[in-house]
């Protein structure tokens, strides 16, 4: 091994190839070369302008440094087609820039960004071992420091305790549907603390749509691992995150998840059950005390419960809006079509979605409730689409151009008494609007509020923005704007027990 004379290290093969270590990379072009095993890799967008910012890219080397790697959009068709999960590389030149200070997914401080002159190929026969993997766990206390800082996205292991308000005895029915509606999945995880943390998956990681991962075991899966979980208190209670980057694991997926149900089977009474309402029961507050609760400043968005009767429906408002077909987001008016800022799409189809307002009291103050989505057709049975066409085939081609009053079905609910599921936006804490938004309606016969490690309310995730522009994986959007309007809250709940995977899977 030759020393250079600022004490760097440069490992010189049979061929006089100059390699160099991770913990040598520094800011700067480098023309030598890495040896490494790519982890994993995933693309980074631009969630506003709907533009790729590049591949990143997770690396360790042969003395288990992780540095994160970054591939630039230009130069992505030359490397990707040789480029596998696990497999080990050699790179010669690449360009050392400083690792991004917010969702950080790994501890160096320099980024291995590829070069005009780049040459990755495949390290063939390598005398030398490299990890699979390299996991970065850290405790309850950690994540609570680094909430809401935007900063390193640490890895979490647990067992589940509920997924989706199901707590896993035998093997629990999943409502493919709502998940499918909803586009995550809620899962409660309890870690090696004891402590209860909240993460919620979204539907481009392999616990999506249909829970497919959870579901390809004989049984049921116990012990969960998620990588990289952006850390965020919502309504007081720790949540976690899915990003772009998140990976998942269960059981005997790698020597975490085995390690960790080894300490599960000598620790049972951390396996106990659980009352899955006790862990995903939200605060009920009255009207008066949500207001409170805003008046205190403490800016974090949060679920409650809340027992109202509806006085009336606010006349003037309109009770719909048209959203895009495929996304939900409020359609805008082209020159000749609908067309979806979201989606980038022009001429789509048009659907009407629920934006009604209706005016609630309770003995302690009175407030304008906004039914947004699934709220409007669990207060009225009936879907928005269903009242709007509805109304167009019994006045024909007379109220095609106007818009349609509200319909009977709403105007029916006055004097009804509900439990409403509200949130509480940033838009309510910068005085944008004193509205609520319902996300869900109730039925008035639950169970009284009991307090729990695991938080008092159900999140939701809204979508977050890399240092770059990348975004993160991260699920239904339920922060709406009352004024907006512009997207459809999912609300969800949690999940324990397991097997292997079916042979094949």
């Not at 950080?104 to 040459?119: C, K, L, Q």
């Not at 075991?217 to 969960?224: D, H, N, Q, R, S």
């Not at 001429?347 to 003995?363: E, F, M």
């Not at 922060?479 to 079916?502: C, F, H, Q, T, Y």
Request: hydrophobic share 35%.
């Amino acid at each position: 091994m030759a020393m250079k004379p600022n004490g760097k290290s440069h490992v010189t093969s049979d061929h006089d190839e100059k390699i160099m270590l991770f913990r040598d990379v520094t800011p700067g072009p480098h023309e030598t070369q890495l040896r490494f095993r790519l982890i994993h890799f995933w693309e980074a967008w631009n969630p506003l302008k709907k533009t790729l910012i590049g591949l990143e890219m997770l690396l360790i080397d042969e003395q288990r440094s992780v540095i994160q790697g970054f591939i630039p959009p230009s130069r992505i068709e030359r490397h990707l087609p040789k480029m596998k999960p696990g497999l080990l590389y050699k790179l010669n030149n690449f360009y050392g820039s400083s690792n991004k200070t917010v969702y950080r997914v790994s501890d160096h401080a320099v980024t291995v960004s590829f070069s005009w002159n780049s040459e990755l190929s495949v390290l063939e026969d390598s005398p030398t071992p490299f990890d699979e993997d390299r996991f970065r766990f850290h405790s309850f206390e950690d994540f609570q420091a680094n909430c809401d800082r935007k900063g390193d996205l640490y890895d979490v292991v647990g067992h589940m305790k509920v997924v989706n308000r199901e707590c896993l005895i035998g093997t629990p029915v999943l409502d493919e549907v709502e998940i499918a509606r909803a586009r995550h999945v809620l899962v409660h995880v309890q870690s090696y603390d004891d402590d209860f943390l909240q993460w919620t998956c979204d539907e481009a990681l392999p616990l999506g749509p249909g829970c497919k991962k959870f579901k390809s075991y004989e049984g049921t899966p116990t012990v969960l691992l998620v990588t990289t979980v952006n850390t965020k208190s919502l309504g007081g209670t720790l949540a976690l995150t899915s990003m772009s980057s998140s990976r998942v694991f269960m059981d005997y997926d790698v020597q975490p998840t085995i390690d960790y149900f080894s300490w599960l089977g000598s620790n049972p009474q951390s396996a106990e059950l659980v009352n899955a309402e006790v862990v995903t029961k939200r605060e009920t507050l009255t009207i008066g005390e949500i207001f409170s609760y805003i008046k205190q400043g403490s800016n974090k968005e949060a679920f409650f419960e809340c027992t109202a009767t509806i006085d009336d429906v606010v006349h003037g408002s309109t009770w719909y809006y048209i959203s895009c077909s495929g996304c939900h987001t409020k359609a805008t008016k082209g020159p000749t079509s609908l067309m979806c800022s979201k989606c980038g799409k022009v001429n789509i189809s048009g659907v009407p979605q629920y934006r009604a307002q209706i005016s609630v009291y309770d003995n302690s103050d009175q407030a304008v409730f906004v039914l947004l989505g699934d709220a409007g057709f669990e207060l009225t049975g009936k879907h928005a689409a269903e009242l709007v066409s509805s109304y167009f085939e019994a006045n024909g081609d007379q109220g095609v151009t106007q818009e349609v009053p509200f319909p009977e079905a709403l105007i029916s609910t006055i004097g009804q008494k509900h439990n409403f599921c509200v949130k509480v936006t940033k838009h309510n804490f910068d005085g944008k609007s004193r509205s609520l938004t319902v996300t869900k309606i109730l039925p008035l016969d639950t169970p009284p509020v009991t307090e729990s490690a695991g938080g008092n309310y159900n999140p939701a995730t809204s979508e977050e923005t890399f240092e770059t522009g990348a975004n993160v994986c991260g699920a239904s959007k339920t922060s709406v704007d009352p004024a907006e309007g512009s997207k459809r809250n999912g609300d969800i709940g949690e999940m324990g027990k397991a097997k292997r995977l079916k042979r094949g899977v």
